[in-house]
Nanobody, 124 residues
Framework: QVQLVESGGGLVQAGGSLRLSCAAS????????MGWFRQAPGKGREFVAH????????YYSDSVKGRFTISRDNAKNTASLQMNTLQPVDTAVYYC?????????????????WGQGTQVTVSS
């Protein structure tokens, strides 16, 4: 089992920044690729970004590319999402997830463990 706990959400004005953190416990953190997803009110879950086990490879959705940066610290068992130039459309509950094997960013299938989520609200 892997336990994931997100933190860092909050209310920010458009154009502002937030940094989300995901603290992992349980099994060896470096064995898992990490992803961030979000879900806005009334909408389905949306992929945001993922990072490889070593941190050498990252991938972003088009909607956040150039504004968000995913990173990880395997020594501290944490993954982070730096979010800059936030816009009201970024308002959502943000979830981190861990995948031990193949996964789909379109569906989230393959991500074995999920956090409880942290709310990000961007005001205009």
């Amino acid at each position: 089992q892997v336990q994931l706990v997100e933190s860092g959400g909050g209310l920010v004005q458009a154009g502002g920044s937030l940094r989300l953190s995901c603290a992992a416990s349980g099994r060896t953190f470096s064995n898992y690729a990490m992803g961030w997803f979000r879900q806005a009110p009334g909408k389905g879950r949306e992929f945001v970004a993922h990072i490889s086990r070593s941190g050498s490879s990252t991938y972003y959705s088009d909607s956040v590319k150039g504004r968000f940066t995913i990173s990880r610290d395997n020594a501290k068992n944490t993954a982070s999402l730096q979010m800059n130039t936030l816009q009201p459309v970024d308002t959502a509950v943000y979830y981190c997830a861990a995948a031990s094997g193949p996964f789909s960013v379109a569906t989230g299938v393959g991500f074995d463990y999920w956090g409880q989520g942290t709310q990000v609200t961007v005001s205009s």
